[in-house]
């Protein structure tokens, strides 16, 4: 409940049917411009293609493609925080792996398009829940328990998992 991990595997071609009619980037022929964004270097022994694991209560460990980073999320105050997000590497990366886990954290790191994104989403809550601290937000993706989900990613339950684990520690 307290911590949570989600990760995705690379399957080989091939081994999975899909309904072409129902995959919207396929359907609609969308494609990714720079495919390098993709590329990445085995170096883990596995087929994991991004972990990304939540320690309770401000710490995340990620690994995307061969980005690799440690974010720590610091409370300054009731109404702030100060982020410290750690790119890693290793000191015997060849030059071209160097720039590959540049190039991915371009993307995913602190200010890569996709967390520019998550940062906007999360500050659009924060506003919301200040505006009106009577109300009440209800999120039922994903049943109301904080089971880990099976067949689907599409849940909340790590976030329930993790307002569980506050309520403990505040004691209410």
């Given at each position: 409940?307290?911590?949570?991990?989600?990760?995705?595997?690379?399957?080989?071609?091939?081994?999975?049917?899909?309904?072409?009619e129902?995959?919207?980037s396929?359907?609609?022929?969308?494609?990714?411009?720079?495919?390098?964004?993709?590329?990445?270097?085995?170096?883990?022994?596995?087929?994991?293609?991004?972990?990304?694991?939540?320690?309770?209560p401000?710490?995340?460990?990620?690994?995307?493609?061969?980005?690799?980073?440690?974010?720590?999320?610091?409370?300054?105050?009731?109404?702030?925080?100060?982020?410290?997000?750690?790119?890693?590497?290793?000191?015997?990366?060849?030059?071209?792996?160097?720039?590959?886990?540049?190039?991915?954290?371009?993307?995913?790191?602190?200010a890569?398009?996709?967390?520019?994104?998550?940062?906007?989403?999360?500050?659009?809550?924060?506003?919301?829940?200040?505006?009106?601290?009577?109300?009440?937000?209800?999120?039922?993706?994903?049943?109301?328990?904080?089971?880990?989900?099976?067949?689907?990613?599409?849940?909340?339950?790590?976030?329930?998992?993790f307002?569980?684990?506050?309520?403990e520690?505040?004691?209410?």
């Amino acid at each position: 409940g307290w911590h949570h991990r989600s990760y995705a595997e690379r399957v080989p071609a091939g081994d999975v049917e899909i309904d072409k009619e129902k995959v919207r980037s396929l359907k609609n022929q969308y494609s990714l411009e720079d495919v390098s964004l993709m590329e990445h270097v085995e170096e883990l022994g596995d087929t994991v293609t991004n972990s990304i694991q939540t320690v309770f209560p401000s710490l995340v460990i990620q690994q995307i493609l061969n980005a690799l980073a440690v974010r720590q999320l610091v409370p300054r105050g009731p109404d702030r925080s100060e982020l410290f997000w750690t790119i890693l590497g290793f000191e015997d990366d060849d030059d071209a792996l160097l720039e590959l886990r540049l190039k991915v954290n371009n993307l995913v790191g602190p200010a890569g398009f996709v967390s520019m994104e998550d940062g906007l989403a999360g500050g659009l809550v924060q506003r919301g829940a200040v505006a009106d601290p009577a109300a009440r937000t209800v999120m039922p993706m994903g049943g109301p328990g904080i089971e880990p989900s099976v067949g689907s990613r599409v849940t909340e339950a790590a976030v329930r998992g993790f307002w569980k684990g506050w309520r403990e520690c505040m004691g209410i």
